[in-house]
């Protein structure tokens, strides 16, 4: 018996989440060895105590029957060596004709995990990153971009906000730090003695969680929130509470909120958001066009909000996003033979990308296709290689949530099949030597890293080894947040055009609650979670308005059809109070194929509707 198990008493280890980029700090409760329970470490400077179900859950994927046991090549069984050894022999080919190593990647929030991925494109230098996610956050960074000329995002003071206006923003639902947003949203929300009271406003198309507990809520589609915004910009111009550029002001003459509901609650609006300067939020969705973001930064900075910005915590991301140009590139570089090996770094492309790509029909065309996963995907079962990698908490890691706090993960169970670190198997494809590899190999590797990029910034006054073990303990280390405010550019509001009218439905599509973009649909305990606002469970749907539903003619549970960019899908209806009318509102994430026995062909898959740019 190791010394420090005693039958009947739990041990508990401080560890990051990994399941999503948002890195939670988790505390793992484990008894004889084993862990079995996932809850927020309260230390946590970012998160405090709170995570979401789907960390909490992931101890099912932990267990799950399902995961890979090992590695295959093809449909047979192949030894880690072996794997290894041919797959070295493939990548040092590719190099010497000159040919592709594509590596897909998702949102990398680990600074050894990227130095990693650095080393091995210096030991194999054609190799190419791309990375992506399916519901990306590519209009707000590029709205920021113009605005700030940066990329790094200020957390919000939501806890200091007065006034919150959310533009199908669901921020405390599904969306951004929505685990901090939470708690720093509800500090500010004491409604049992009122002594303390923020007020929300939401402005939506679909009825999200955040919409649901809105004080006041606008019925606005996702296609006019432009109009909504430039409304709310002219008026408040109108009524001299700011006053705006003069580029923009003939563009915005025309706007009023007329059109979007009672007249007394729109004032209310204008007249919390005047006598709130410097004391309000306004935030877009993650979805919504780049003009939105952009004027919304702009009615932020000249409201004085800018003042709950916190510029010394700022998101960041460690590998930059894939364009929609680069993937048609590589799918083109495909086709002509120009690549020799795919790598999916624990990645499923083949669900996730959108159909009009031709993704998995180019796959064919590569002799070594990769995949490093936990269980069989779509794109693992196409590929010629299938290496089984360690749940997360079976894995070693760190993470930079946000620039000023360094969170570290650490296994709490020996991996319970015969699978690997996936870090551990591109050090080993690295040193170009499949003796190599050994079960301390990233281990050691993320120490020296800590060692160069925590400790030697920190510089404490305990040896090196001390201080990783009191990091390792906490679960993190706070470091210094530097940044100065950004200066907001005027140019940027040249981007700013006129919004659109439309008059046919719009589709409205959002990452599933529960199922994320897929991931946990073979979770049963998500699944079997109830929707935080129609209670629906092992399923997805088109959530439409009553008043939509007697224009369509149908009733609840009635099949639709949805024909979007020449390309078709039958679905339910869900008839939803709340709703605005003519939008179509469907969870991603569903229809998967290739998931397992728990999550095969359950709800549908809307991604095949997707553009090209994962717009709809
Ligand atoms: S939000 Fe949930 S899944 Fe993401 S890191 Fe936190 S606990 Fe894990």
């Not at 060895?33 to 105590?49: A, T, Y």
């Not at 004391?279 to 009615?299: M, Q, W």
């Not at 033979?337 to 624990?346: A, L, M, P, T």
């Amino acid at each position: 018996r190791p010394e420090e198990v005693l039958p009947g008493i739990a041990n508990y280890y401080a560890s990051t989440c990994t399941e999503c980029s948002l890195a939670c700090g988790i505390l793992i409760k484990t008894r004889e060895g084993r862990p079995i329970k996932i809850d927020g470490n309260p230390d946590h400077p970012v998160n405090k105590g709170k995570i979401c179900t789907k960390g909490q859950a992931s101890i099912h994927s932990l267990y799950d029957p399902e995961r890979l046991k090992e590695p295959k090549f093809g449909i047979d069984s192949i030894s880690w060596q072996d794997a290894d050894e041919k797959i070295i022999d493939a990548l040092n080919s590719a190099v010497k004709d000159g040919k592709e190593i594509s590596l897909f990647v998702g949102k990398i929030v680990s600074p050894t995990t990227k130095k990693v991925l650095d080393d091995f494109v210096k030991k194999y230098p054609t190799t190419k990153i791309y990375s992506y996610s399916l519901i990306t956050d590519r209009n707000r960074r590029s709205a920021w971009q113009e605005c700030y000329g940066n990329n790094d995002i200020p957390s919000i003071k939501w806890n200091e906000a007065e006034i919150i206006l959310s533009l199908d923003s669901d921020f405390i639902g599904n969306e951004g730090n929505f685990v901090e947003n939470m708690r720093l949203f509800s500090e500010k929300r004491e409604v049992v003695n009122k002594l303390d009271v923020n007020r929300l406003y939401v402005a939506e198309g679909r009825l999200s969680a955040t919409g649901m507990i809105a004080d006041y809520r606008f019925r606005v589609s996702p296609n006019r929130q432009l109009e909504f915004i430039y409304g709310i910009i002219n008026e408040l111009s109108n009524a001299k509470v700011i006053s705006i550029d003069s580029t923009i002001k003939s563009l915005l003459a025309n706007y009023s909120l007329d059109e979007f509901g009672n007249r007394e609650k729109i004032n209310h609006l204008l007249k919390d958001l005047s006598s709130n300067k410097g004391k309000s939020i306004i935030h877009a969705g993650e979805t919504l066009p780049k003009e939105v973001h952009i004027a919304v930064n702009y009615l932020n900075e000249i409201l004085g909000n800018t003042q709950l910005y916190d510029w010394k915590k700022l998101t960041s991301q460690q590998v930059e996003e894939s364009s929609t140009r680069e993937i048609e590139e590589l799918i083109a570089k495909i086709n002509n033979n120009k690549v020799g090996v795919v790598i999916h770094f624990d990645v499923n492309p083949v669900y996730h990308l959108p159909k009009e790509f031709g993704y998995k029909e180019s796959l064919k065309k590569v002799g070594n296709v990769i995949s490093l996963t936990e269980v069989e995907n779509e794109t693992s079962i196409v590929g010629k290689f299938t290496l089984p990698i360690n749940h997360m908490l079976e894995s070693w890691g760190d993470a930079f949530s946000r620039n000023n706090v360094y969170s570290t993960q650490q296994p709490v169970i020996s991996p319970i099949f015969n699978t690997r670190q996936k870090e551990s198997i591109l050090l080993t494809w690295s040193n170009g030597n499949a003796n190599s590899y050994n079960e301390k190999i990233y281990h050691e590797y993320l120490i020296n890293n800590f060692n160069e990029i925590v400790y030697k910034k920190k510089n404490p006054l305990a040896d090196k080894k001390t201080f990783w073990y009191s990091v390792l303990h906490d679960g993190f280390v706070n470091l210094e947040g530097n940044s100065t405010p950004a200066k907001f550019n005027e140019k940027s509001l040249s981007n700013l055009k006129e919004s659109k009218k439309t008059n046919g439905f719009t589709l409205h599509l959002t990452e599933s609650y529960f199922v994320g973009d897929g991931k946990f649909a073979n979770n049963g305990w998500l699944q079997e979670t109830p929707h935080p606002v129609t209670k629906v469970t092992w399923d997805n749907y088109a959530a439409i308005a009553p008043k939509t539903a007697k224009e369509l003619n149908v009733e609840m549970n009635d099949l639709i059809e949805v024909n979007y960019n020449s390309k078709k899908i039958n679905l339910p209806v869900l008839i939803q109070l709340g709703m605005s009318e003519k939008t179509i509102h469907v969870e991603l994430g569903y229809g998967r194929t290739n998931a397992g026995e728990v999550g095969n062909d359950v709800g549908f898959n809307l991604i095949p509707l997707m553009n090209k740019d994962f717009s709809f």
